[in-house]
């Protein structure tokens, strides 16, 4: 392991804490390369900002930023090919993770609160509390569980979302959809015909599928409904789209929808000051 840490920037701030006890906002990082080949990522509870990319490297970059803690703790452990990122910190701390892993590399585990970014990961399953997640041509399956925050993923072969409060929007999905949102906006678009199960109990439901037939489901109890004539609705089909909202217009379209999907929310590259503790 090829340990490269902010000494300066980390002795700069312990000199800080020893000259005035209780500073809060003291920072220290740490920049790591392990060289064994990464396949699975765990997010481990607590609270933090985690961005993952991937290249053609089979080595995997660590680098971890920590503030408001003089004793940070592990910065990951490392059991065969799963790397696993501890987020709890301690009082008054927060961990900022920015990862570059190999091509591949499954993303799973569970934060209480804090920012995802994943570009171009493996298979993803994630429950998060709170805070947004953004997903970017991911090549294998897609779950996330969110209480609240905003969820967005762009390319994947198969999504599965569940979000209780907050918008969700999956685009240029290659597979079948399933999604659920208590209250927010669903925006969904499948680039190849596939099944899409939606259920939005307060907010919009827009759905876009390429043209032609389905088993088409469709119950708005207070809103308007809108299905494109291009859709056809045949018992049979091999698809099937059934759409559901409580309070909301229900839109179906064929082809792709002609708002852009919003932006994935940013990487944690400007670390947030601390959070209180929850």
């Known amino acids: 392991?090829?340990?490269?840490?902010?000494?300066?920037?980390?002795?700069?701030?312990?000199?800080?804490?020893?000259?005035?006890?209780?500073?809060?906002?003291?920072?220290?990082?740490?920049?790591?390369?392990?060289?064994?080949?990464?396949?699975?990522?765990?997010?481990?509870?607590?609270?933090?900002?985690?961005?993952?990319t991937t290249g053609t490297?089979?080595?995997?970059?660590?680098?971890?930023?920590?503030?408001?803690?003089?004793?940070?703790?592990?910065?990951?452990?490392?059991?065969?090919?799963?790397?696993?990122l501890p987020t709890d910190c301690g009082r008054d701390c927060h961990?900022?993770?920015q990862i570059e892993a190999p091509a591949g590399v499954a993303v799973r585990g569970d934060l209480s609160s804090g920012d995802v970014m994943l570009e171009r990961v493996g298979p993803v399953d994630l429950k998060l509390t709170s805070g947004d997640i953004g997903v970017h041509g991911a090549t294998g399956p897609?779950?996330?569980?969110?209480?609240?925050?905003?969820?967005?993923?762009?390319?994947?072969?198969?999504?599965?979302?569940?979000?209780?409060?907050?918008?969700?929007?999956?685009?240029?999905?290659?597979?079948?959809?399933?999604?659920r949102a208590s209250s927010g906006d669903m925006l969904l678009g499948t680039s190849v015909p596939a099944s899409v199960t939606a259920t939005v109990s307060s907010g919009n439901l827009d759905?876009?599928?390429?043209?032609?037939?389905?088993?088409?489901?469709?119950?708005t109890s207070s809103g308007d409904e809108s299905v494109d004539p291009e859709i056809n609705d045949v018992p049979n089909a091999e698809h099937k789209l059934d759409l559901r909202t409580r309070s909301g217009d229900l839109n179906l379209m064929a082809g792709l929808d002609a708002r852009?999907?919003?932006?994935?929310?940013?990487?944690?590259?400007?670390?947030?000051a601390p959070r209180s503790p929850r």
Not at 147 to 158: F, H, I, K, Q, R
Not at 207 to 219: A, E, H, L, N
């Open 1 to 52: 392991m090829n340990r490269r840490v902010a000494v300066a920037l980390a002795a700069a701030s312990l000199l800080a804490l020893a000259g005035c006890d209780g500073v809060v906002g003291a920072k220290m990082t740490f920049d790591d390369t392990e060289k064994a080949k990464v396949t699975d990522i765990v997010l481990t509870g607590g609270s933090a900002d985690v961005m993952v």
């Open 57 to 84: 490297a089979t080595e995997t970059r660590i680098k971890r930023e920590v503030r408001g803690s003089t004793d940070p703790g592990p910065s990951y452990e490392l059991s065969g090919a799963i790397l696993t």
């Open 95 to 97: 961990v900022t993770y």
């Open 142 to 179: 897609v779950k996330i569980r969110a209480t609240s925050g905003d969820l967005v993923v762009n390319g994947a072969p198969e999504v599965s979302l569940e979000c209780t409060s907050g918008d969700l929007t999956a685009q240029e999905i290659a597979g079948p959809i399933t999604a």
């Open 207 to 219: 759905v876009s599928v390429p043209r032609g037939s389905y088993q088409v489901r469709t119950d």
């Open 260 to 272: 852009p999907a919003p932006e994935a929310p940013e990487g944690p590259s400007a670390p947030a």
